[in-house]
């Protein structure tokens, strides 16, 4: 027979296994929803530059196309948008409003287009809609950000903050859910097939924990979006005459 009390030691020790079991699926899901390209705030509409380096001929074959994308991962995403949430996460959870609009206006400030900036505002608007029909964040957290224009960097830490999920988790998903919108941009304007697409996320996949270890590690000084190449082409691409993207 096993010692007095085992049986009720046993239970307990099943009962908080459960529970963080729980608590963990639930996070986990929550992510993959933000993750999902499904999710309604228009991700699909931008390829973030890709089609102009297309259309001037930077961009042709697959391995290029997945060789830019894994390029603007590590010096731009990992950066700018991904550094971002990081810090973003811990002061939505902290209730620091100060520190939000910090951020908020720092990721305004530094697109360097109108199209990326018009980009970031308007899916930031789409997830703070989103939200107002979930329960991840609180009226008033929405009615916050909101007068502050929301970008979506910001709008997509205030939802991930709802969870319990690691500060890495979140930026792991963010990253994702970038790359798999770029990948179907990759497909439509180079353009490309299915399994094209699936390597090129493959591939970008692959150096996504690097640039997420990156970004947790920057501080506000060393935080940066300076992408000459990129600005040069999105202000090419918003008078470009023939365009399927909005960025």
């Given amino acids: 027979m096993p010692p007095v009390g085992m049986g009720t030691t046993t239970k307990a020790m099943d009962i908080t296994t459960d529970t963080d079991n729980a608590v963990h699926d639930a996070s986990f899901m929550q992510l993959m929803w933000l993750a999902s390209p499904a999710l309604p705030i228009g991700g699909f509409s931008y390829s973030e530059v890709l089609e102009a380096a297309v259309e001037s001929g930077r961009v042709t074959t697959e391995a290029e196309a997945s060789g830019w994308l894994i390029d603007q991962l590590h ?30 206006a720092w990721v305004l400030q530094t697109r360097e287009s109108g199209e990326l900036r018009a980009q970031t505002e308007q899916m930031g608007r789409s997830l703070l809609e989103w939200l107002r029909n979930h329960t991840t964040a609180t009226p008033a957290q929405i009615s916050t950000l909101a007068a502050m224009d929301a970008t979506y960097p910001l709008a997509f830490a205030l939802a991930a903050s709802a969870t319990r999920a690691p500060v ?18 990759a497909i439509k304007s180079v353009p490309l097939g299915q399994s094209s697409g699936q390597r090129i996320l493959s591939a970008i996949a692959a150096e996504i924990p690097a640039a997420v270890s990156h970004a947790i590690a920057l501080d506000d000084p060393s935080r940066q979006a300076f992408s000459p190449m990129l600005a040069i082409l999105s202000s090419q691409h918003e008078v470009q005459y023939s365009r399927l993207f909005r960025s």
């Avoid at 550094?83 to 409003?97: E, F, M, N």
């Avoid at 890495?168 to 990948?183: K, P, Q, S, T, V």
């Fill in 75 to 104: 010096l731009s995403l990992a950066r700018s948008e991904l550094a971002a949430v990081a810090q973003a996460v811990p002061a939505w959870r902290a209730q620091d409003h100060a520190r939000i609009a910090e951020l908020n």
């Fill in 168 to 185: 890495r988790e979140c930026l792991l998903a963010y990253a994702f859910g970038w790359a798999e919108n770029m990948a179907q941009a």
